[in-house]
């Protein structure tokens, strides 16, 4: 069937890599969860009966436990995001709907210390493109809180289109909160989004170097 096409499957682009999560990355999983706590607090889905955070190591076998079973129905594809071959977050696609819809939804973190250095932009464009063009998908959502500009900047870089604003749409940090709709469908992308985001990359990379070179003998 359609639905299963494409996983488990791993995913690189340079130092970046996407991978299925394994029961046996616990250690690196609760390492950078504990170290991140306070980063990631404010943004990621909680359940309202039960602790606000938690990294031990019953909520993770039951985390990967169910991933892995959403991964074998279809509706879900969750990776460990890596950096030159570390652990360095997550990223799933979940909520994934076949039929006439062929939508998911994406969610992402990353280790703070590592933030800022194009990691989860590229890790997202490639697993839009494998849900695009490999898994058969029409249709991606990010939802984002307003107050969280980081996470709208990836989204935003890579050429997502706000849709509007969601009323109270998840429980987060103790309450229920707004979140900013942001897609793509395949049309948006008849190229692959990895190739454009490669391409702004570089010219944003272009745009730093001649703003860092200057003119020596001007000092302004």
């Known amino acids: 069937m359609d639905r299963f096409r494409g996983w488990p499957v791993t995913l690189t682009e340079g130092p970046v890599g996407l991978r299925p999560l394994r029961l046996r990355d616990v250690r690196e999983w609760r390492d950078v969860r504990l170290r991140n706590a306070d980063w990631l607090r404010p943004w990621e889905p909680s359940n309202p009966e039960t602790p606000l955070f ?15 079973r959403e991964a074998r129905q279809g509706i879900a594809l969750p990776w460990v995001v890596t950096y030159e071959g570390a652990f360095a977050g997550q990223l799933t696609v979940g909520a994934i709907v076949w039929g006439s819809a062929r939508s998911g939804q994406v969610g992402y973190w990353i280790d703070g210390a590592l933030a800022g250095r194009g990691i989860i932009p590229t890790a997202l464009a490639m697993a839009v493109d494998h849900c695009f063009f490999t898994v058969g998908l029409h249709r991606i959502e990010a939802n984002i809180r307003p107050e969280n500009h980081a996470s709208r900047r990836v989204v935003e870089k ?6 509007g604003i969601r009323r109270r749409q998840l429980h987060i940090d103790g309450a229920w909160r707004d979140h900013i709709c942001y897609a ?14 490669r391409r702004t990359r570089e010219a944003l990379a272009a745009q730093k170097s001649r703003q860092g070179t200057g003119n020596p003998g001007n000092p302004g």
């Open 54 to 68: 938690r990294t031990g190591l019953g909520p993770y076998i039951s985390m990967v436990a169910t991933l892995r």
């Open 184 to 197: 793509l469908t395949v049309e948006d992308v008849p190229g692959g989004l990895l190739p454009r985001w």
């Open 158 to 163: 890579l050429g997502f289109r706000e849709e």
